[in-house]
């Protein structure tokens, strides 16, 4: 028997129980459904969180005050603002530095026309745009010029423009910022949520030397509420964090043996975990739909093992009429391959539409790649040759006498 009437006699066992079939099947379209779903998850996320992390900036840290106590009672990080602009400026100078960027913030109330938005503003320097990778949708930032005059300039992020807006051009037109009227210079480009799930374009960005002067206001003028420090390469990260210690330590005239009154976090290594996170995750999920792929090769070998005792006497005279083992072999062996690339196919088309079904309606970032699809389809044909080969064998080592006394 040629190869092409093998195919065509596991065609013809497999029409002829059409019921068992397709029963049998439903586990591999199970299987593949899922794997393709839980993958398609977790490459989302995955995604999304690289998205997330190349918006933020790259060899980044963040400086903020550090705890203090007073009286015997602890306060947490931040409570005492420990750092100043000159901090900034000082750390700016270390040869391993590229830029810094101090930050105050603070809770404003936003008016244009009839419109109204409340939000936390953003006091800072141009260096804050190139450092944090703001783009820009429209306008400029606001420029050294500005900062030296504490000009009452203002960039938007995307959320807060079309709160403000809606449709309408904001560059040029004045809004007031705690009553007091600002020029609206630039549009940021959106960036979508943060790692801590804060919306990043919900924002209102003005000099530092205004914000301090006109906003926020504060009792210890220079005082920042935490800075953003970027490394000129990422090999340079260990030891601009050191550099950054040592000197703010010097600055801050701190003792030795005393705890630092700032902490020193490395964004970098922050979104390095939470991309191992998403990894992990997204394993985790292959792995518990792979379950399901496991049952469905399972339940073939059982139906396979029944079809091979069902038809024992008809092995029996093909194999009286002339066909030898490997045929056997084959054909058993085609029949459970059929059966569970079959089933990965309707199983990737659900499975697609299931995932294209949680994006629409959970409103979830889903990516299916082509190593996802090239996956489910070689996982069915390892699950049909795996499962399949024991059944196939079985019918193949039968004796010719036996099979055609088998009743």
């Not at 906003?215 to 509420?225: A, D, E, L, M, V």
Request: aromatic fraction near 6%; charge should be positive.
């Amino acid at each position: 028997m040629n190869l092409l009437s093998i195919i065509g006699e596991a065609l013809r066992a497999l029409r002829q129980n059409r019921l068992r079939t397709g029963l049998t099947m439903l586990g591999m379209i199970i299987g593949v459904a899922a794997v393709v779903l839980m993958l398609s998850i977790g490459q989302g996320a995955r995604t999304k969180i690289n998205e997330t992390i190349a918006a933020m900036g790259s060899n980044l840290f963040l400086v903020v005050p550090g705890a203090t106590s007073s009286g015997g009672f602890s306060f947490g990080s931040g409570s005492v603002r420990t750092l100043t602009i000159n901090d900034s400026h000082a750390i700016a100078e270390l040869t391993s530095i590229k830029a810094t960027a101090p930050v105050t913030t603070g809770p404003v109330q936003l008016n244009y026309g009839a419109k109204n938005w409340s939000t936390i503003i953003t006091g800072t320097t141009p260096n804050y745009f190139e450092v944090g990778n703001w783009k820009m949708e429209s306008g400029a930032a606001f420029t050294e010029s500005d900062l030296r005059s504490a000009a009452r300039f203002v960039v938007l992020g995307s959320v807060t423009a079309k709160n403000l807006f809606n449709e309408e051009d904001p560059i040029g037109k004045t809004i007031r910022i705690s009553n007091r009227p600002f020029v609206v210079v630039g549009i940021l480009m959106a960036k979508g949520q943060s790692l801590t799930g804060r919306d990043q374009d919900d924002t209102v960005i003005i000099p530092i030397s205004t914000s301090e002067r006109q906003i926020t206001g504060s009792q210890f003028p220079g005082s920042i509420r935490y800075m953003l420090v970027q490394a000129k390469t990422p090999d340079d990260m260990d030891i601009a964090e050191i550099e950054i210690t040592q000197l703010l330590r010097q600055r801050h005239r701190i003792p030795k043996g005393k705890e630092n009154d700032f902490t020193v976090r490395n964004l970098t290594a922050i979104a390095d975990v939470a991309t191992d996170a998403a990894k992990v995750m997204s394993i985790v999920l292959g792995a518990i739909a792979s379950v399901s792929l496991l049952v469905g090769g399972i339940g073939i070998m059982n139906i396979m093992l029944v079809s091979v005792t069902e038809r024992t006497r008809e092995i029996g005279i093909r194999m009286a009429i002339g066909a030898n083992q490997r045929a056997i072999l084959t054909q058993f062996l085609l029949e459970a391959m059929m059966i569970c690339l079959m089933g990965g196919i309707i199983g990737l088309i659900i499975g697609i539409g299931g995932a294209w079904l949680v994006s629409r309606f959970a409103d979830m970032l889903i990516v299916i790649t082509a190593g996802m699809v090239g996956l489910a389809f070689l996982f069915s044909s390892a699950v049909g040759i795996f499962f399949g080969f024991y059944p196939a064998k079985k019918a193949a080592s039968l004796k010719p006498v036996d099979a055609l006394r088998y009743e």
